[in-house]
DNA sequence: TGGATTTGACCAGC
DNA sequence: GCTGGTCAAATCCA
């Protein structure tokens, strides 16, 4: 396939997402008002899934695009599509690296991967922060020969499950939006996900049902029904591992630090004001020089902020 | 005040 | 000796 040819067929594989995606929160609504039933639950989970499964192509088309235009030289990195989250990128079945051990760990080069000598799992993805796990920084450092700094994370559980998941994140470029690489290493082991409401902090962790009801419509109810109001949004655009419940107040949060295209992907959220999803849309995200700064500023509307 | 982030120092692989 | 990954004290912030 040709240069012109496949932006031909990212283009289109764009409009039809862009489609889908003003369609959803009509859907959703739609299916909301109805009782739940088998034939609402396969539509809403169909056109979640069509979501995300265009997410992905375009992502990997995208990213396809840019390694192709980039200089031959330039090793290519095993890049596998994400199952999850946006263009977020997923795991590997298994991860048995050596690294793993405590301690300092063995350099993996881009090479290494591309060749799968290492475990360690490498991808390509706009929405660096959005994988469904919640990380805590702990380091940031210059890479020789990049432009940008590497961030270091761990899972913020490390020290309550003993969970030895790190990843690192390394912004390759100043496009827009921003594509980052994510380097993950030792699959996760804490199996929680976690939730802060905002009457509490962190002190009140819960267990995620492993099994949370896949109908949009009764998911819908219970956001509006139950009494903490928590967000389902990740869920409904998401497959195992699950990303954490939120409640209203920390979804909005979050929402000043997700991308453009994360952003506007879940726009059916309830929890998410539609002024946000607006001026999302209107404000085009801005570049910054850190990975570890947002990707965009959105300014939460005055009756919005709490 | 406690959790999260920053940042310079340290350590081990290459 | 250089470099990437981690540690941990200092700092920030809600």
Not at 55 to 60: E, I, R
Request: charged share 20%; hydrophobic share 30%.
């Amino acid at each position: 396939m040709d240069c012109c040819d496949r932006e031909c067929a990212v283009e289109e594989v764009a409009q039809v997402y862009e489609r889908i995606k003003i369609q959803q929160p009509f859907l959703l609504r739609h299916c909301s008002s109805l009782p739940p039933s088998t034939a609402t639950q396969q539509l809403a989970q169909t056109h979640s899934e069509a979501l995300r499964a265009l997410n992905v192509a375009l992502s990997v088309m995208k990213q396809q695009h840019q390694q192709s235009s980039a200089a031959p030289a330039t090793p290519s990195i095993k890049a596998e599509p994400p199952s999850h989250g946006g263009a977020a990128p997923c795991y590997p079945e298994a991860i048995t690296t050596s690294a793993a051990r405590r301690g300092k760990r063995r350099r993996t080069t881009m090479e290494e991967a591309a060749a799968g000598k290492t475990s360690s799992w490498a991808g390509l993805t706009t929405v660096p922060y959005e994988d469904g796990y919640e990380w805590r920084k702990y380091g940031e450092k210059k890479i020789n020969g990049t432009s940008f700094t590497r961030s270091y994370f761990r899972c913020t559980y490390k020290d309550d499950t003993g969970c030895l998941a790190t990843k690192h994140v390394q912004q390759k470029d100043s496009s827009d939006p921003p594509v980052f690489q994510v380097t993950y290493n030792n699959k996760h082991t804490c199996n929680i996900c976690t939730t802060t409401t905002a009457a509490s902090k962190s002190s009140d962790r819960e267990i995620i049902n492993p099994h949370p009801p896949n109908n949009a419509a009764v998911m819908m109810n219970n956001v509006v029904k139950s009494k903490n109001h928590r967000c389902w949004c990740c869920l409904l655009l998401s497959r195992p591992p699950l990303p954490p419940l939120l409640s209203i107040e920390r979804c909005r949060r979050r929402a000043n630090m997700i991308s453009h295209h994360f952003l506007s992907a879940v726009c059916s959220c309830p929890a998410v004001p539609q002024q946000i999803i607006m001026a999302s849309i209107r404000h085009r995200p801005q570049v910054h020089a850190s990975p570890a700064t947002p990707a965009m500023d959105i300014i939460i509307p005055q009756e919005e902020q709490t």
